[in-house]
């Protein structure tokens, strides 16, 4: 396993609060994040080094023809072209990790850029906002033979604009009322 951490990359289709079970009735509830990675940051080079680790050291002689095999099926493969996908609100032109954390692990951290963290979901963090990230990324040989991912917490970054929902508002768009901007019988 490699353990990284991710700076500056986009969350997309987040589940960090409430585990779902990856296959209705599988009993194996998880959490999801995926991660939108710019082509050429330095998050892409981090991911790509710990992604060829991680499978040099499980897959060892079979590394080249294993990846082979892995590389275009997005059910075995955490690490993949956006383009695949491209139909999805900001994969175009950029590259993904898909990763998932047990609900058997824990619930992840999920915090504020000062470290407090944020216990509920109430539109904080969201799809489309930036984030860093502590991510593990594996191979897994056997039968399920492909590369995985792990997250264990993520710190909010700053906002960006949201996937496939409305916008959120900061509260600039109203004025501020006083008293005497409503009557009492407004009240």
């Given at each position: ?11 997309a ?18 959490y ?28 060892e ?26 139909d ?62 792990t ?37």
């Open positions: 396993m490699a353990f990284i951490i991710l700076k500056d990359v986009r969350l289709f987040p589940r960090l609060y409430e585990p779902v079970e990856y296959a209705a009735g599988d009993g194996k509830p998880r999801d994040a995926t991660f939108i990675v710019t082509p050429g940051s330095d998050a892409e080079k981090v991911i790509q080094k710990a992604y060829d680790e991680a499978a040099k050291v499980k897959f002689k079979k590394c080249t023809s294993n990846l082979a095999m892995i590389k275009t099926n997005l059910q075995k493969n955490c690490w993949y072209d956006g383009n695949l996908k491209e999805l609100d900001g994969y175009a032109g950029n590259m993904i990790l898909a990763t998932h954390r047990s609900k058997k692990d824990g619930a992840p951290k999920i915090m504020r850029r000062d470290k407090s963290l944020i216990v509920s979901d109430a539109g904080e963090i969201y799809s489309g906002c930036y984030v860093n990230a502590s991510v593990e990324i594996w191979a897994q040989t056997g039968e399920n033979m492909g590369m995985r991912a997250f264990a917490g993520i710190q909010f970054l700053r906002g960006g604009d949201s996937f496939g929902g409305a916008r959120k508002s900061d509260g600039s768009e109203f004025e501020e009322l006083s008293a005497e901007t409503i009557g009492d019988d407004d009240l």
